[in-house]
T-cell receptor, first 113, second 111 residues
Framework: DAGITQSPRHKVTETGTPVTLRCHQT?????MYWYRQDPGHGLRLIHY???????DKGEVSDGYSVSRSKTEDFLLTLESATSSQTSVYFC????????????FGQGTRLTVV | KQEVTQIPAALSVPEGENLVLNCSFT??????LQWFRQDPGKGLTSLLL?????REQTSGRLNASLDKSSGRSTLYIAASQPGDSATYLC??????????FGTGTRLTVIP
């Protein structure tokens, strides 16, 4: 599992509530990523981080924010959850920015009701 | 934007057969291509990574090739086993900070 832990693994939440997902890594990798996986769309990048306090948006970032206060932790927050954010969320890590292998966590299944 | 296509979407083969999974992409300016395996309800497991300058990589019964000029990669699985049943995803890194994924091929190996 390349030292990646996602929590929680499953969550059901109500529309309009804030939700925070956590990704924790033990490998001291610089780059961390949040993806969502939906049927018919594959995996799409939400946000990524290239260092402590350094983050940027991916292709589906609306409604999401992230924070990285420590190398090992990357948090994804749904500011006000909507049903369209029901998905499986994956965290990934990479040591370098280009050419390096990416490793993924086990995923968090989020259901917004 | 990079478009990644995997055909077929699903494939069933009898145990022992050799098979090829296909991945095509539109932008040849890539850093690398990575093949993953995903079991139902699980995360992604990295199988093979091919750098942009390489033509192929091998790991056990798996061999992946990369042809940037034609925008294609193949994953060859030799002597398939029921345990190979999973969804196989290809992903391309085209910039410093993203992987573009195909939607995968769901493989079923029938005992």
């Amino acid at each position: 599992d390349a030292g990646i832990t996602q929590s929680p693994r499953h969550k059901v939440t109500e529309t309009g509530t804030p939700v925070t997902l956590r990704c924790h890594q033990t490998e001291n990798h610089r780059y961390m990523y949040w993806y969502r996986q939906d049927p018919g769309h594959g995996l799409r990048l939400i946000h990524y981080s290239y260092g402590v306090k350094d983050t940027d948006k991916g292709e589906v970032s609306d409604g999401y924010s992230v924070s990285r206060s420590k190398t090992e932790d990357f948090l994804l927050t749904l500011e006000s959850a909507t049903s369209s954010q029901t998905s499986v969320y994956f965290c990934a890590i990479r040591q370098g920015s280009s050419g390096a292998e990416a490793f993924f966590g086990q995923g968090t299944r989020l259901t917004v009701v | 934007k990079q478009e990644v296509t995997q055909i077929p979407a699903a494939l069933s083969v009898p145990e022992g057969e050799n098979l090829v999974l296909n991945c095509s992409f539109t932008d040849s300016a890539i850093y690398n291509l990575q093949w993953f395996r995903q079991d139902p309800g699980k995360g992604l497991t990295s199988l093979l990574l091919i750098q942009s300058s390489q033509r192929e990589q091998t790991s056990g019964r798996l061999n992946a090739s990369l042809d940037k000029s034609s925008g294609r990669s193949t994953l060859y699985i030799a002597a398939s086993q029921p345990g190979d049943s999973a969804t196989y995803l290809c992903a391309l890194q085209t910039g410093a900070n993203n992987l573009f994924f195909g939607t995968g091929t769901r493989l079923t190996v029938i005992p």
